[in-house]
């Protein structure tokens, strides 16, 4: 299984910060990576799909870049609605895997 | 209007069996472009995926699971349903089916709400 590892685990930051989170797949999977945000009580929001494509409706502050093994989405101006739980998942092959989490939450 | 809702029972008790269903709308399961993936996530875990169907028919499984798990279609009443046998307490935790896009190299695009099970004697 192609394990994907996300880092942090955990930051905290203050609105209008820029913040990074990076996911690293233990093989190459080419551009297919996902990102998602999920707030408590809810299900998970697509945010970018194919490692760098802005998902219909996401803000524009949100971005992803990266291919083969090493990930990034970047949030600009972090407003705080975007405190939340990011998801990295890979769905190059079977069995699909999700990265461990990101938790940001305000400084 | 695309929408995903599962269904199942709240409670079941160790050795049962779970069968949970995921009732689409707005996109058909025998679209080409189209599939459904079962996801689940423990209380304050991460998120795990656990099984996939494609508009083919084809289907495939988590590693750690698949000795226990079947997903299944039924395309005429636009139903995806995920059978988990012998249950666990460690299986507590939120349901989830998510649609498949291929043209978005397989993101999981839409996602239902999650249906909440726990596992207790």
């Known amino acids: 299984d192609i394990q994907m590892t996300q880092s942090p685990s955990s930051l905290s930051a203050s609105v209008g910060d820029t913040v990074t989170i990076t996911c690293r797949a233990s093989?190459?999977?080419?551009?297919?990576l996902h990102w998602y945000q999920q707030k408590p009580g809810e299900a998970p929001k697509l945010l970018i799909y194919?490692?760098?494509s802005l998902q219909s409706g996401v803000p524009l502050r949100f971005s992803g870049s990266g291919s083969g093994t090493d990930f990034s989405l970047t949030i600009s101006s972090l407003q705080s609605e975007d405190f939340a739980t990011y998801y990295c998942?890979?769905?190059?092959?079977?069995?699909?895997?999700f990265g461990q989490g990101t938790k940001v939450d305000i400084k | 209007q695309v929408t995903l809702k599962e269904s199942g029972p709240v409670l079941v008790k160790p050795t049962e069996t779970l069968t949970l269903t995921c009732a689409v709308s707005?996109?058909?399961?025998?679209?080409?472009?189209?599939?459904v993936s079962w996801i689940r996530q423990p209380p304050g875990k991460a998120l795990e995926w656990l099984a996939h169907?494609?508009?083919?028919?084809?289907?495939s499984y988590s590693t750690s699971l698949k000795s226990r798990v079947i997903i299944s279609e039924d395309t005429s009443k636009s139903q995806v349903v995920l059978i988990m046998s012998n249950m666990d307490t460690v299986d507590t935790g939120t349901y989830y089916c998510?649609?498949?896009?291929?043209?978005?190299?397989?993101?999981?695009?839409?996602w239902g709400q999650g249906t909440m099970v726990t596992v207790s004697s």
């Open positions: 707005g996109f058909s399961l025998r679209n080409l472009r189209m599939g």
């Open positions: 169907i494609s508009s083919n028919g084809e289907k």
């Open positions: 194919a490692a760098s």
């Open positions: 093989q190459s999977i080419s551009y297919a």
């Open positions: 998510a649609r498949v896009r291929s043209d978005y190299l397989s993101a999981f695009d839409i």
């Open positions: 998942l890979q769905t190059y092959t079977s069995p699909r895997t």
